[in-house]
């Protein structure tokens, strides 16, 4: 049932690396060992940690799982040596990456991997961005987790429920170890995610051309100055203003800002003196007929 080889490696002083194979059987198997479904730990036999102890391997203890039958391969760290003998049992996550079924052989070996100076996320679903805070909620789920693989979907549980994600990217390598180091974390976009759709403001109405129209300034003709002396030219010269006529309702967009108007529209003397005198030739045809003074006159 078991297989033992020794093979040289660099990753320990004395040139020898532990590597064996165990049945693989996922952690339902175990009573009330929820808690390595949270993580990315395993659980081996004893025998595991006396070969580990007399190889002098370095801490924390690593290693490669590999499925030969299906070409899979991940990583992971070690919760406890309590497993029976010729068996090891993993997450149900880990089973499903490495395409395992119960009892299958899977390959051990001993790795030292490199500290994890990046990673890179997606979500499986974009449930996850009704979480408020990503990083802290994945900075949390990692306490658990010894190291990652560039492929990998992990799962994390919070508030109830499962969020898988799969691993992008990790640096300086494809496998790497998260255990005590200061790691930059990124999201990309959930499977399924749409950029919202913006919606194209309304047409606004095409504004009414602005007419200038040029007024003469009344009284600008020529005069003469009581006291003797000569206008200037200036004054000599008529003089022409521009209006700016606007139709109502359109804002003056050329408004010089910080300036206050007060416009008010008030009838020509002309127009004024003409309704006036419609006003008074229609109180001709009032209050006609004889008059009675209150006040007698004497005699």
């Not at 499903?96 to 990673?119: C, K, R, T, W």
């Not at 979480?131 to 909620?137: G, H, Q, R, S």
């Not at 994390?156 to 969020?163: D, G, S, T, V």
């Not at 700016?244 to 804002?251: L, Q, T």
Request: hydrophobic share 35%; proline share 6%.
């Amino acid at each position: 049932m078991f297989h033992f080889e020794n093979f040289n490696m660099m990753m320990f002083p004395d040139g020898r690396s532990f590597k064996q194979k165990y049945k693989a059987y996922s952690v339902s198997m175990l009573n009330d060992r929820s808690d390595v479904e949270k993580g990315g730990k395993i659980i081996m036999p004893p025998s595991a940690l006396d070969s580990l102890t007399r190889l002098n391997v370095e801490y924390p203890m690593l290693f490669k799982l590999s499925n030969g039958k299906k070409n899979r391969t991940t990583h992971a760290g070690v919760l406890e040596f309590v497993a029976d003998e010729g068996k090891v049992y993993l997450p149900y996550w880990m089973m499903h990456n490495m395409l395992l079924e119960e009892g299958d052989f899977i390959q051990i070996e001993s790795v030292s991997l490199p500290v994890a100076v990046y990673s890179k996320f997606q979500p499986q679903n974009t449930d996850f961005l009704d979480i408020t805070n990503p990083t802290a909620v994945l900075e949390n789920a990692l306490r658990n987790f010894a190291c990652l693989t560039t492929g990998d979907l992990v799962a994390i549980k919070y508030n109830k429920k499962i969020y898988e994600l799969c691993v992008l990217e990790t640096r300086p390598g494809n496998a790497v170890s998260i255990i005590e180091c200061d790691m930059n974390v990124e999201f990309e976009a959930p499977v399924g995610y749409q950029e919202p759709t913006r919606s194209r403001p309304h047409e606004q109405p095409q504004q009414e051309a602005v007419e200038y129209v040029q007024e003469e300034v009344p009284f600008a003709g020529e005069g003469n100055r009581l006291d003797g002396k000569k206008k200037k030219d200036s004054q000599l010269t008529p003089q022409t203003v521009v209006k700016k006529v606007i139709a109502r309702g359109i804002p003056d967009y050329d408004h010089p800002y910080g300036l206050i108007k007060f416009d008010r529209n008030v009838k020509a003397i002309s127009d004024r003196i003409i309704a006036d005198e419609t006003n008074v030739e229609n109180d001709v045809d009032n209050f006609q007929g004889a008059g009675c003074s209150l006040k007698k006159t004497r005699k």
